[in-house]
């Protein structure tokens, strides 16, 4: 039953997160059929981490995922979110509406991804670092898979959106033939104690710095990686060639990751979460500055560089949630790794929406080397949540 459900939710995570990067993978052929400024076709991309957030902190201060079914609110905003970005193709494209519209998408995607979580924790604690690592690892899948629709379906952007949302469709039935774990645990009400615990227990403030370090890199590559992938490999190349490039390039280097994640939790099962986010963040900071150097360079040596990017930021995400859980009172878990998601994507609306005009102004090297200092600041507060340090505390 355990396996049998994990499977099906890690299914219904990669189908419904298709729906996140829609946007960035289509941008490319959007702005060759419309005209569309700097700042709404930032606007496409950040304002689903926008809506997100939103829908993050309503989940986190109404406790939905830890007071109803999960699987029943992940099923619903699965749908809701299939919904909102069909909507997309009867609209003009790139107006008020269809940003709006994305950041509904981003809105009920927070009934997907931190509920998943929830469902996840609830089938073990030995092993909640494999867990998370799979479910982060479809969410990882998810967020590339759209890149390789648009890669697919060439220049039709209206293809990738479609598709997007009936895979959305089919999540919200998959994740309805999933069980509840052993340790799933409910709250009567909404505890108002959970907002300032995330705050006053040290441990976990210390876990939120440290996934706050991460998401400062982390969707601002996502989002970005295919547009900065293209402007190396024109440098090279023609036009053309270097969108199509770009697009392969973009849902190898997501994907690659989502590879990882599973086994980056039995590891961290292991010998320590904290040190596997350390070790993550070291080679993710340390990819950041590689691209700085090399872009521009031979596309091959890019996009290696770019893959190596993508398969070093992820890793460590699954066990930052993990430790919340780990930390966190059984029935208070759901709302504080769902707290602990919306501050970290209210950072990525900062990241996301400021990458394409730093890039603008200083170049994509420059963006690589500021991305670089989230790892900085996230291996410094991991530093405090070692098994070793942990034993003297």
Known sequence: MKARS??????????????????????ADLRNEIELSSLKSALLVSTVPAGFVAGALYVAMSGIADRYDPRQVFAAAAFLAAVSNALQ???????????????????????????????????GK?????????????????SAAPHLLAWMGGSNWQL???????????????????????????QSKMNPRMITLAWTHKKLRRAYLGYLGHMWELYALWAWIAPAAAA???????????????????????????????????????????ELTILAMTLSGSAALLAAVAFGGPIPLVAFVFVFWGVAVIPDSAQFSAMVADLSPA??????????????????????????????????????????IGPIVGVASMLGLTRQRLVKD
């Open 6 to 27: 994990i499977t099906l939710l890690v299914l219904a995570e990669v189908a419904a997160m298709t729906l996140w990067f829609v946007s960035s993978a289509t941008l």
């Open 89 to 123: 193709l009867v609209i003009v494209p790139g107006g008020e509406l269809s940003i709006a519209l994305r950041f509904a998408t981003g809105l009920f995607l927070a009934g997907v991804y931190p509920v998943g979580m929830k469902i996840a924790v609830g089938w």
């Open 126 to 142: 030995e092993d909640r670092g494999w867990l998370v690592g799979l479910l982060v690892g479809g969410l990882t899948l998810g």
């Open 160 to 186: 990738t959106t479609l598709l997007a949302s009936v895979l959305a469709i089919v999540s919200s039935m998959l994740v309805m033939g999933t069980q509840l774990g052993p340790h799933h645990a409910v």
């Open 232 to 274: 190396s490999y024109m440098l090279q190349t023609t036009e053309a060639n270097a969108i199509a490039w770009s697009k392969l390039t973009a849902f190898v280097a997501i994907a690659s990751g989502a590879l990882l994640c599973p086994f980056a939790g039995k590891i961290a099962d292991r010998l320590g979460k904290a």
């Open 331 to 372: 029935e208070m878990a759901g709302s504080l790794m769902s707290l602990q998601t919306a501050l970290g994507f209210a950072l990525t609306i900062f990241t996301v929406q400021l990458t394409p005009f730093v890039a603008e102004l200083l170049g994509w090297p420059a963006l690589f080397c500021i991305l670089a």
